[in-house]
Antibody, heavy 116, light 107 residues
Framework: QVQLVQSGAEVKKPGASVKVSCKASGYTFTNYFMHWVRQAPGQGLEWMGIFDPSAGSTTYAQKFQGRVTMTSDTSTSTAYMELSSLRSEDTAVYYC?????????WGQGTLVTVSS | AIQMTQSPSSLSASVGDRVTITCRASQGIRKDLGWYLQKPGKAPKLLIYAASSLQSGVPSRFSGTGSGTDFTLTISSLQPEDFATYYCLQNYNYPWTFGQGTKVEIK
């Protein structure tokens, strides 16, 4: 079955960077774009961007341009999302997800806490 | 970016009630919209894709309608497991955008 397994929770200081991983299994990794979505505590869902594992191309939400980098290692079917210059407002659960009409799967989420 | 205006932001309802949630897009998005249910501490779960197609395994009490700018999610008879937060997501163009969410609470 399709699984997206994310890395564990992180605690970072303001100004630092965080890199979250998302290991995919149960489907052909390069056939589907990988999205990243975040959710601040008690808030709604926010789309961050998309990565095409077959082409290595990205589209980022303007809000994150210059601070986010999405990559992958196709040999291990793992996607990565790195967010830099962290601030307290970046405290959130970060999700990876693949979706294409009815093909819709999410990781379990990774809590990133930014605190001095 | 396309703005998705979801309403209401919250509602109280009883088991068996018919519940309707709406999403309005700031521009036409054809039928490129999905509806998700999220429970606390869990990842969202897809209910409806392409505005009106029921995801496999989702009970038939859930239905979606609409195209262009106006969309509706209906729960025909609310069940205890349906108390959660619901989101719409437009996937017409980038950046994809979610509605603000509708929290469905027990009356």
């Amino acid at each position: 079955q399709v699984q997206l397994v994310q890395s564990g929770a992180e605690v970072k200081k303001p100004g630092a960077s965080v890199k979250v991983s998302c290991k995919a299994s149960g489907y052909t990794f390069t056939n589907y774009f990988m999205h990243w979505v975040r959710q601040a505590p008690g808030q709604g869902l926010e789309w961050m961007g998309i990565f095409d594992p077959s082409a290595g191309s990205t589209t980022y939400a303007q809000k994150f341009q210059g601070r986010v980098t999405m990559t992958s290692d196709t040999s291990t079917s793992t996607a990565y999302m790195e967010l830099s210059s962290l601030r307290s407002e970046d405290t959130a659960v970060y999700y990876c997800m693949v979706t294409d009409y009815y093909f819709d799967h999410w990781g379990q989420g990774t809590l990133v806490t930014v605190s001095s | 970016a396309i703005q998705m205006t979801q309403s209401p932001s919250s509602l109280s309802a009883s088991v068996g009630d018919r519940v309707t949630i709406t999403c309005r897009a700031s521009q036409g998005i054809r039928k490129d919209l999905g509806w998700y249910l999220q429970k606390p501490g869990k990842a969202p779960k897809l209910l409806i894709y392409a505005a009106s197609s029921l995801q496999s395994g989702v009970p038939s009490r859930f239905s979606g309608t609409g195209s262009g700018t106006d969309f509706t999610l209906t729960i025909s008879s609310l069940q205890p497991e349906d108390f959660a937060t619901y989101y719409c997501l437009q996937n017409y163009n980038y950046p994809w955008t979610f509605g603000q969410g509708t929290k469905v609470e027990i009356k």
